[in-house]
């Protein structure tokens, strides 16, 4: 079902609860699947979801849209997810600035390419295993620590007796060559 985001929007804006829960409805799966590919935590990606949702529902009179609705949601929630992640970094696994910054990276990627929607897919996953597959075997092995098991560039290191920027330069490398592929696989 296609929604109007601008009539949406002027919903909220008059406080329509109605249109909140459109919105939820229309987007809560989408965000919390994106939310748990950065977290790799349900809880927290639930949390994620719920301050974006909330946030907006406060500020609903002051938004102005650059792009899409879905856009703004998007980016608020990778927003989200990072200061969690940068806020929890003891709790969660160690996370280097660089494993955040090749995250925000592959994130901006699939949002600007319109693939979120499809990231969540199975078929798409099925795809993109097929490209790691076609990966150079040690590229391969450390894209899959970092971005299935999802160890820290520094624990990849340790375990497979690489330099940290080793590790950085191999997952850099997979992600330009999968996002390559991506290209000709897309619908």
Known sequence: MQI???RLLQKLKEGDCFAFEHLFKTYHLKLFSFAKRILKDDMLA????????LRLWKRKDKIVLKKSL?????TSTKNQCI???RLNKND????SDTDL??????LEFYQEHGILDLL?????????????KQLPPQQQKVFVLSRFEGLSSKEISE?????????????????KFIREKIKDIMP
């Open 159 to 175: 375990n497979l007796d690489l330099t940290v920027r080793t590790v950085e330069t191999h997952i850099y490398l997979a992600l």
């Open 70 to 74: 879905e856009s703004y949601l998007v």
């Open 83 to 85: 200061n969690y992640l």
């Open 120 to 132: 969540i897919s199975s078929d798409l996953e099925k795809k993109i295993g097929n490209v790691v």
């Open 4 to 6: 109007d985001e601008t």
């Open 46 to 53: 639930r949390e994620a979801v719920h301050d974006v949702l």
């Open 101 to 106: 910054g090749l995250t925000e990276h592959e």
């Open 92 to 95: 969660l696994k160690t996370i």
